[in-house]
């Protein structure tokens, strides 16, 4: 008997013919013998509508509101879930992220998870039940509701699987599994049986939007085996895993763009010890999670240009920060550019392989793509380029590197 | 400074347009020095289409599951409104039905309130904030949401101006007050500026849907003075509070009908003692509100015929429970009609005046209404009549009893 966590996105249970569907899926997990656990999303598009509503109210909302918003619609399917698969003669039973035990610290609408306390979830198991998990939502110490920041439901599914000790997470979704890079763009591109946690974290935090990058590095620390698959047919999706021999002899694995980019850059900051330091403190305070940092010596040597990279959304109250600290500074001014993608190939077979960034930046410069940020880790090379030449780019990458071929 | 709980129901938050225009007029409130708490029902539609929702996936939704679907709704108007408040410049914070402290019994979809542990909300007071309540809900002792039943919002209200002795609860809505009787169906109906909580009980026991009767119960058991009346404009609405010597000079103060009824009927039943007591312990174990109750001697005088009436959404619940009930005791049989409305007058001055029955039942006669059971009370007495014939009935009751003037 194996223990099963599943998880099934938003286009997944987007009605309440599919709500039936999934739970036909899920019993006949549980009929061949496994305990099966199930994490839920909000039905597609009720999130975005909540997200409306906001915004048709105020510009600032405020984040412990945002939360009990958000959290609302997780909670319907889990209803809904539940009954759906009562009605097929299973036992089951629906538990909020306060019912499951998800406590978080208090960052609302990004919390991070502390610890689950899982008894409930444990004894529902015991006693045969299938458990239908609200995802993507906790509680922080005061009993108020926080949750895990877009996508995050993957995140309370994986780190249910790692907390009980799961057997497999499956993650549901509307795709078939993870792809060398986004089909829509490249229609060559080819769904990978297997790729490893690092991989799959570089290609989720670079913009492959399949997975949610932090249930990737639950998975990694707990060892938890995920697989990425469709909940609209059979195949075997993509197994996300340990690294093996096999992986190192692909150099690129794959090619991802993240057009939720804007550039933000300080200008002529008086070149002093402690300016970074200074600058992206204010922004942690703020809440503002940044992604690339560059920082170019100046011509004269005196003062320097930091430029980083932020969401589009929170790209105004990024430069709202880097304005005030800019003033701070004595720096020359602050501008943003919100016309901007980062383009990443992933493998970690770079570890192992020479030339794979000089043949990146020979590629681009051949399109004509301008690059206009370098950042390297020791699997994943990113450039931010024009919005505009980011489709090229990656087209051109997913070429050069054979990534249509097994 | 006076501490004023508002209540707003569905068509008062229908949309976050509404939302914004309460949230006015909660601030006037506060801006005139009062201490006011909000309490919102979901926004109109939205309890609905839960209801669908589950009506697509199980004839029979599980009751838990079902008051954690529907406690949804008022958690997002919640969240709503307190954003809405907050653009207004004022300091303001959501509270659900477990952050506000309402602990109630387990009886899911009509859960009783056992107690308010209001720390919290006297707290956010004291702190200057306008607490926002998500009404309708609580939770019970293993922690799971529970809902107070339909209009449960008004409960709600009541229940946290009594624990904090309010001096006030308005209950907004989108009619200006309570009525002589239904507006759309006579009307010459009038507006009252006062009733007492007795009165107000029986209309709303007896399907005058502008007031939930719990709520009443709960402000004549607290002394909590109530208003009802419209979030759309200034009117003053209708008191709702203690009995005085005016209200004792009239005689029939309303007539109030309610369609959602189903009269069930055992036949036969052979007449010993403790044949009601089965029954209806049956029944109530069952979950379902018997409402009128007439037990009638067979002419043989060997046995007898029970009726009652139930909601017609409990009809076929209780018709099953009364099934196997006949049978178990030997009786002819059962029968439902769900055609059936209950039509009845109201009044504290009918404690002192002879002859309100007679006139009834002479007025329902001339106009060819039959009368299928009798019920009264001290200051009501109640007809179940042809659901065809209800409206009639009510027209000329309203007639006789000369309830459109002053």
Redesign the interface.
Known sequence: MKLIVQKYGGTSVKD??R??AVAERVVSCAAKGNNVIVVVSAMAGETDK?VK??G???DN??E???D??L???E??T???M???I??LGYES??F?G??VGIITDSSHTKAMIDRIEADRIKAAIKENKIPVVAGFQGINEL???TTLGRGGSDTTAVAIAAALKADLCEIYTDVDGVYTTDPRVVPEARKMDKISYDEMLEMASLGAKVLHGRSVEFAKKFNVPMVVRSSYNDSPGTLVTKEDGDMENIVVTGVAQDKNQARITIMRVPDRPGIAATLFESIAEANVNVDMIVQNISSDDKATDISFTVSTAEGPKALEVAQKVSDKLGAQGVNMNPEVAKVSIVGVGMQSHFGVAATMFETLSKAGVNIMMISTSEIKISCVVDMNQSELAVKELHKVFDLAKQ
Chains 1, 2 share one sequence.
């Open positions: 309440t013919e709500i039936k909540f509503f906001a048709e109210i105020t909302p405020n412990r509101e945002m009990l918003l959290s609302s619609g909670r319907v889990s209803a809904l539940t009954m759906a009562q009605e039973m629906s909020t306060r019912q009993s108020d509701v």
